[in-house]
């Protein structure tokens, strides 16, 4: 199959370098650079140079030190995943609990606002009824970046103003 495309291409020098003239015109139509081409129209493809293919999360932590992973869990865990379970648009929670600590990944639907949610969940932490977690232990939202989006600081300059 190769071998046939390949010699059409050489005994068939005018459709070659039509084809070829075609995809370059094609290519600067949809570059996404804004050049100005004359006569083609431009219809730059948007690129997005690092997708965010993370989910719509955010994450609770809370220290409660020298406790076993049990007490962690019946105790701050599971409590805090009840309360976090009725913040509007919640999809999922998720959780561990390891030796005195707790961490809660509170995942919204993909319309939710990333800082909408964040001050759902602080509203739903600094209104936490009496009693719900141990005497001492106070719950913290976690940073508002992912580990991602902070590897992936970068600058884009171009040549025009």
Not at 9 to 34: D, H, I
Request: glycine share 8%.
């Amino acid at each position: 199959m190769l071998n046939k495309t390949i010699r059409f291409f050489l005994e068939n020098k005018l459709v070659a370098v039509l084809l070829l003239l075609l995809l370059v015109g094609w290519g600067m139509v949809v570059s996404p650079f804004g050049w100005n081409i004359g006569a083609l129209p431009s219809d730059p493809v948007p690129v997005d140079a690092i997708p965010d293919l993370g989910e719509n999360q955010q994450i609770v932590y809370t220290e409660w030190a020298g406790q076993s992973p049990q007490d962690v869990e019946d105790q701050i865990t599971y409590p805090l995943t009840t309360q976090l379970l009725t913040v509007p648009g919640v999809k999922t929670i998720r959780s561990s609990s390891i030796l005195g600590f707790s961490s809660i990944y509170v995942i919204f639907e993909e319309d939710v606002e990333f800082y909408w949610s964040r001050s759902r969940i602080l509203e739903k932490l600094n209104s936490l009824p009496g009693g719900t977690l141990p005497d001492g232990v106070q719950p913290a939202l976690g940073p508002d970046a992912t580990a991602l989006g902070q590897v992936f600081w970068y600058t884009l300059e171009g040549r025009d103003a």
